[in-house]
């Protein structure tokens, strides 16, 4: 019995360590890539958000009135934001997102050579949150292991994962700076959570269930 458990735990060890190798040779080699959205200079835009609340305290400053402030939900404006100001960087106004909101879509790389300019350096800044986000997205394909292997057992559990993992649209979409990771994140915790409470019953699992919900839905 102790070395079935023991040939198990080998087994889940080696499966993560190899889901981690293999998400961080996706990562490396897709995070100095080429801008494939336009989406990932909107978000970077949109860290102003954190510099506002965050920074300057500004809560009645009336950019909170903006359809940039409802656009997304605020918790990866944040993230985003946050990311930056661990780089050095902060974005002081959304002048440069209106600008960009202005651009036909058929324009955008030849207008994102001059707006790169009013955004911080994007050699630096667009790799290191491509790094962020997908650290949610290799997050997020561990807490749904977690989930299936409590729930259903580890068979599944190495099955759905893998499917996941094999799965072309989750590596491409892992690395972009966009809100679905994150979303993926939290709703995998919340899932995992829930199958905490339904194995011990125990109402504290709920708690924090509801809270990472919210967190969810802010995302």
Known sequence: MLKKKYLTFCLELIFILVIILEGVKVLEEKKYGDLIDSDEVAWIFTGYYFNLYFLR????HPD???????????????IVGGALFLKGYTIDSLDPKRFWNTIPINKFPVYFDLIKQQIPNPTIVIPFVRC???GFALSSLLLIYLFVRTSYGILPALISTSLIVINPIFNKIS?????EPILLFFFALFLLLCAFYSKTKKNIYL????????LAFLA
């Open 57 to 60: 305290g500004g809560l009645l």
């Open 64 to 78: 909170w009135k903006d359809y940039e402030a409802f656009d997304h939900p605020p918790l990866v404006k944040y």
């Open 132 to 134: 962020v986000i997908f």
């Open 175 to 179: 690395v972009w700076i966009l809100a």
């Open 207 to 214: 708690v924090f269930a509801s809270v990472v919900c919210s």
